[in-house]
């Protein structure tokens, strides 16, 4: 099975944004993930319009699950691996 991939922005600690917060949540369930690290430019991100309709992030891809908006990914995260 493939690792979920988290679509996040580009700031340099897990401290800083609801990225970071997704990324810590992955990290205490013990997720092993993907990061794939997304342009500043909302308008540089047509890979997140593709998977969400939107230019936010995070996004989380779990298989054929997509779940963009910080705190829905955590209650994911939550539910699938017991984190929160």
């Avoid at 997704?22 to 991100?45: M, W």
């Avoid at 319009?49 to 209650?75: A, C, Y």
Wanted: with cysteine; aromatic share 4%; proline share 6%.
């Amino acid at each position: 099975m493939a690792k979920p991939v988290l679509y996040r922005c580009g700031a340099p600690t897990d401290f800083l944004c609801a990225c970071g917060s997704v990324n810590r949540a992955l990290k205490r369930a013990g997720v092993d993930h993907e990061t794939r690290r997304v342009p500043s430019s909302k308008k540089k991100r047509p890979e997140i319009v593709e998977l969400t309709g939107q230019k936010k992030v995070p996004v989380l891809v779990d298989g054929e699950e997509v779940v963009h908006d910080s705190r829905r990914i955590r209650e994911y995260i939550g539910l699938k691996w017991g984190d929160e």
